[in-house]
Every structure is written in C-alpha cells, then in structure tokens.
C-alpha cells in the first residue's frame, strides 16, 4: 500500500518527490500512476504531459521549472497586495465616520488577553492610566521577592500621583516578611488587610476597568470594561475589606479560644467540608505541611485519634457555631 503524501511548503524537500523525479530523470518519463506517492511534482511543475498523452510524464528541467514557480508566487504575492489595497479603500468611508462619531461607538466590553506578554502589557496601560483607585485580591501565602521588588515602582508611581491601593491577602501572607518589607518601603495611601479565603486574582482600577483570570495556570485573563461586570467587582471587594483585618499591628498574638486559634477555626470548618489535606492549603493559601500542623494540633486540642474522628468530634464540639456567633 502506497504511503499518503503529506502536504508540505515548497521549500520543504519532499524525499517522496525526490525519489520519483530521479527515476523520471534516468529513465526520461514515468508512468502517471508511479507518481501517485509525490504530486508535488506536478505542483512544482517538474513533470509534465509528455507529447504522447497523459499516460506518461517527462521530468522538466529544474532550471526550467523554478523561474515558472517563482513567477507564480510573486504573481500571488502581487494579487495578494492589491486586495489589502483593495481592503483599506473599502473601509475609508467607515474610518472616517469612525472619526466623525468616535465618542458614540462602543468598545470591547470584555478582552480575552491570551499570553502573559499581553496580560501584563495591559495591566501596565491601566496601572498608567489609573487616577484615583487600585484595588487588588492577591490569593497564596506569600510573593517571592523578585516579583515584590518588580512591581514596587509600578505601584510607588500610583500612589505617588495620589491614588489609593487597597490589597487583600490571606492571613498567611501575615507572616512573609518580603511583603511586610515591601509594604514599610511604599509610601503613599496603601492599606493592606487579611482574610482566611478570598477571591481568586483580581484588579480594580478607578471603577472602570478589572483583570480576572480566564484559566487555572493564568496564563489567559479577561480585561473588562462593562460598567456593570466592574461595580459588580469593585462592590465585592470592597464587602470582603469590611470583613478582612489589617495587616498591622503585625505583632499582635493570633487570638484563641479554649486553645483554638482562629486559623485553627478555619481549617475545622474545611475538615467538615470534606477536603483534602491539600484542598485546604490551597483555600488558605498554606502549603501542605503548614495545614498538617494545624490539623494536628486541633486533633490534639480536641482528643482525636483519626481523622474521621476528628470530623466528629468538630460537629458534636459545636465550635463552629460558636466562631459564627462571634
């Protein structure tokens, strides 16, 4: 059974192709049906009809057949010009009644921005354009302090313009020292304040313009200008603010009761949801081995010997209706 030619570019050498047009050299034709494996060939123009019908195919010099192909492409080439000319005189009418009533057209309410490239590129135009609000969710324990020491002029000429920034963390971030660090060297009207869980990603800017992530490694994002979609954003961080605590004073002891601690209280309500070790590091932006130790030491403040005993004991304890009263 013959192998399928595969479609390829006419630089790309066709070892096919090759091996029929050195036979069709030395031998001065070849049947139509040899050829089968490589119609490049006939693409190419390096066999053609001979004299004596179609059944059979001479080779053509390949000094013969380049100059042919070569006009061929730069024939395309030219039509493919005159078409964009083409193009561009047909939208002048509409370009110019774009000028005439830019201000009543509508933009793009909602941008896929596909690549970091372009992700960044247009949160540097927003973090430019911003006059008077950033707000900002930062989910995950921490930020290295590369990327800290990246966007600290970014942000230090916002605030230096007057804006205000508001970040929202969760708790573990309490304890990072690089953004404590950043946060002292910053100077303007920032706040930072924390929470247990919050919001994947997101950016606010002067209630006009929001970035959310379109995917889990977030490397595709959505950058929307509907007014509704961002006083939407806007109205929900500003409500998980009002339940955050500030980050400072930083010193200040995590508060307990009966021996539990209040991140303690957060991962018991995780256990009774069922997740995972893993799950619940990832909801409080902990690693592993941190929620480990947590879950052990409420294992041990409650006399648990396993982890369904543990789910036990947390319901029948009733703590979780106590936290919620306070």
């Not at 004596?52 to 001479?58: A, I, M, R």
């Not at 006009?71 to 193009?87: G, H, I």
């Not at 490397?219 to 929900?236: G, I, K, Q």
């Not at 010997?305 to 209706?321: F, K, N, P």
């Amino acid at each position: 059974m013959a192998t399928k030619h595969a479609p390829h570019a006419v630089e790309e050498l066709c070892t096919a192709g090759l091996s029929v047009y050195s036979r069709a050299v030395r031998e001065g034709r070849i049947h139509h049906t040899e050829t089968e494996p490589a119609p490049c060939l006939m693409e190419l123009g390096l066999l053609q009809p001979g004299l004596d019908g179609l059944q059979w195919l001479q080779p053509t010099a390949p000094a013969v057949a380049l100059p042919r192909l070569l006009r061929t492409m730069e024939d395309r080439v030219q039509d493919q010009l005159c078409r964009e000319a083409r193009t561009g005189a047909s939208f002048d009418p509409f370009l110019s009644l774009g000028a005439q009533s830019g201000p009543h057209l509508s933009a793009p309410t909602i941008t896929v921005l596909d690549g970091l490239d372009r992700i960044n590129s247009a949160i540097d135009r927003a973090m430019n354009e911003v006059t008077e609000e950033f707000l900002a969710v930062q989910p995950g324990g921490t930020r290295p302090p590369e990327t800290l020491a990246e966007v600290f002029p970014r942000d230090q000429a916002i605030l230096t313009r007057g804006c205000r920034m508001r970040t929202l963390y969760q708790h573990t971030t309490r304890h990072s020292l690089p953004v404590l660090a950043y946060f002292e060297q910053l100077d303007g009207d920032t706040e930072a304040r924390t929470l247990d869980e919050v919001t994947d990603r997101l950016f606010v800017f002067d209630r006009t313009v929001a970035f959310i992530p379109a995917s889990r490694d977030r490397s595709v994002a959505l950058e929307l200008r509907h007014p509704a979609l961002v006083e939407y954003f806007a109205t929900t961080f500003w409500r998980l603010w009002r339940l955050a605590t500030p980050m400072w004073p930083q010193a200040a002891p995590e508060p307990s009761e009966n021996g539990i601690t209040t991140r303690q209280y957060a991962v018991a309500g995780l256990l009774v949801e069922g997740l995972t070790d893993a799950e619940i590091a990832d909801r409080l932006g902990m690693n592993i081995r941190t929620a480990r130790v947590h879950i052990a030491k409420l294992a041990a403040t409650l006399g648990s010997h396993s982890r369904a005993q543990l789910g036990y004991l947390i319901s029948r304890s009733g703590i979780l209706a106590r936290q919620q009263d306070h």
